[in-house]
Structure formats: C-alpha cells, structure tokens
Nanobody, 121 residues
Framework: QVQLVESGGGLVQAGGSLRLSCAAS????????MGWYRQGPGKEREWVAQ???????NYADSVKGRFTISRDNAKNTVYLQMNSLKPEDTAVYYC???????????????WGQGTQVTVSS
C-alpha cells in the first residue's frame, strides 16, 4: 500500500554532482522522518542522512559538507543533493521513510528498492 521509488542515480565523474529523489506513494496518512542509506560493493548498508518532519537534518561524517538532504512535504518526496562526489561514494542508494498509513495504527519504516550511483575517477 506504500511504495518508495528512488530516481536520479547514474554515472558521474569525481568532483561532479548528482541529485537523488525518492517519492512516496500509496495510502499515506502522514510521513515522519525520511532518510538515505547506501551500500557499496562488498560493504554493509550504512546510514547517510536523515531529515525529520520538521526539517532537522543529520549527516554521516563521510558526507557532511558535501551532501544535502531536503524534502517537499507536498510531494511526499525526499531529495539528496550530492556534490563533490568521490569514487568512495559509489553505491546503491536507498531511501526510507516513517509512514503512517491511512487507517493504520502507527508509523512503520518503508524502504525503496535503490538507485545506483557510480563515481568514476
């Protein structure tokens, strides 16, 4: 009933920029915090950034100063602006969100299926 779909991934040169989007759809009553995670080849999934419903942001040290998370509540969408990209940023990027479904009893965490970001040197 709730789906998150990422878009905007692709191939970019080191030092370049990319903007990811993640749109939530379905039977949504409200959305709380939203975030981004990533998983590089042979690595575990790691947290990248989060943004609360009120707009408070937090970032992993590895991306602080380079990435910016934002959201458009009217569109149920979270964004990740990635600047000064490094080869180490290469990963599948996943969004997640705390969503209360219409008619539900509380918030649950939902995940997108990921979008590939490849940074070449």
């Amino acid at each position: 009933q709730v789906q998150l779909v990422e878009s905007g991934g692709g191939l970019v040169q080191a030092g370049g920029s990319l903007r990811l989007s993640c749109a939530a759809s379905g039977s949504i009553f409200s959305i709380g915090a939203m975030g981004w995670y990533r998983q590089g080849p042979g690595k575990e999934r790691e947290w990248v950034a989060q943004i609360t419903s009120g707009g408070t942001t937090n970032y992993a040290d590895s991306v602080k100063g380079r990435f910016t998370i934002s959201r458009d509540n009217a569109k149920n969408t979270v964004y990740l602006q990635m600047n000064s990209l490094k080869p180490e940023d290469t990963a599948v990027y996943y969004c997640n969100a705390r969503v209360a479904q219409s008619g539900g009893s509380g918030y649950r965490t939902y995940w997108g299926q990921g979008t590939q970001v490849t940074v070449s040197s």
